[in-house]
C-alpha cells in the first residue's frame, strides 16, 4: 500500500481543457491565425505551453510568430484560468479522504509554477500545499526532475512507497522514468486506446477507486 500520492494537474484532478482552448485560441486569433476545435486542442496538451504552441500555431517553432503567440497565451491565461475550470466529479470528496488518512499529496505538472500555485491555492488548499510545475533550471516530465522534487519537498525516503497518478502517455513515461508505481485515469484528455500499451496497477474509472492503493 502506498503513503505518499503524487498526481498530475490537467486531466486529472482539474478539468483545464476549455480554458486552455480559449487561450490558445484568443493568442491564435489575435495574430490572424485561425482557433482549433477544443477536442483538437486536447491532444496539444500535456507537454507544457511551449510545445502546446508550438503544435497550436502554423509551422510551430518556425513561425517568426510563435514567441508574440506564447507570450500572448500565457497573458490571456494568467488572468482566465479558472473562467471554466473545476475539479473533476469525485476530487474533492477524495482528497480530505487521503489527508485524513496521513497519505502525503502532491502535484507534478507541466503546467507553468505560477499558474499552478494559483489553481493550487483555488482548488486544493490546505491538501495539497507541494506544487512542482514548470520553472527554470528543471526538465519537464517525463524527465523525472518534478517527480523528484516532490519527494524531495515532501520527506519522502523510499519511492517504493510513492504512487504517481495521471491522465497520458507524459504522466505514463514520467512514472516509468522516475522509477514508481503509476495509475493512469479514464476521465482525462487520453482515451484507454490511447493508453492501452502502458501498463499501470490500473486503468481507474472514477477517483475513488485510489482509495484501493493506499
Given at each position: ?5 503524487l498526481?498530475?494537474?490537467d486531466?486529472?484532478?482539474l478539468n ?7 487561450a490558445?485560441?484568443y493568442?491564435?486569433?489575435s495574430?490572424?491565425y485561425?482557433?482549433h476545435?477544443?477536442d ?26 510563435y ?12 488572468e482566465?484560468?479558472?473562467v ?5 466529479p ?13 497519505v502525503?499529496?502532491?502535484?507534478v ?11 493550487a491555492?483555488?482548488f ?20 523525472p ?5 516532490a519527494?524531495?519537498?515532501l520527506n ?18 514520467t512514472a516509468?522514468?522516475?522509477d ?9 484528455f ?8 502502458y ?6 474509472n ?6 484501493k492503493?493506499?
Amino acid at each position: 500500500m502506498k503513503t505518499t500520492i503524487l498526481f498530475d494537474l490537467d486531466g486529472t484532478l482539474l478539468n483545464t481543457l476549455d480554458d486552455l482552448a480559449d487561450a490558445v485560441n484568443y493568442a491564435l486569433e489575435s495574430l490572424g491565425y485561425p482557433a482549433h476545435s477544443t477536442d483538437v486542442i486536447r491532444q496539444y496538451v500535456g507537454n507544457g505551453i511551449a510545445k502546446l504552441i508550438e503544435r497550436a500555431i502554423p509551422e510551430g517553432l518556425d513561425n517568426p510568430d510563435y514567441k508574440k503567440c506564447y507570450d500572448c497565451f500565457v497573458e490571456y491565461y494568467g488572468e482566465h484560468s479558472r473562467v471554466k475550470t473545476d475539479l473533476y466529479p469525485g476530487i474533492r470528496d477524495l482528497l480530505p479522504q487521503l489527508a485524513q488518512k496521513g497519505v502525503k499529496l502532491a502535484v507534478v505538472t507541466n503546467k507553468l509554477q505560477e499558474a499552478s500555485d494559483t489553481l493550487a491555492m483555488d482548488f486544493f488548499n490546505p491538501y495539497i500545499t507541494v506544487i512542482v510545475g514548470d520553472a527554470p533550471g528543471r526538465n519537464k516530465k517525463p524527465h523525472p526532475d518534478g517527480v523528484n522534487e516532490a519527494i524531495r519537498q515532501l520527506n519522502v525516503t523510499d519511492k517504493s512507497q510513492v504512487l504517481y497518478i495521471g491522465d497520458s502517455d507524459v504522466d505514463a513515461m514520467t512514472a516509468i522514468n522516475s522509477d514508481i508505481d503509476y495509475l493512469l485515469c479514464l476521465w482525462g484528455f487520453r482515451s484507454y486506446e490511447q493508453l492501452s500499451k502502458y501498463k499501470p496497477l490500473a486503468f481507474i474509472n472514477e477517483p475513488s477507486d485510489i482509495l484501493k492503493y493506499i
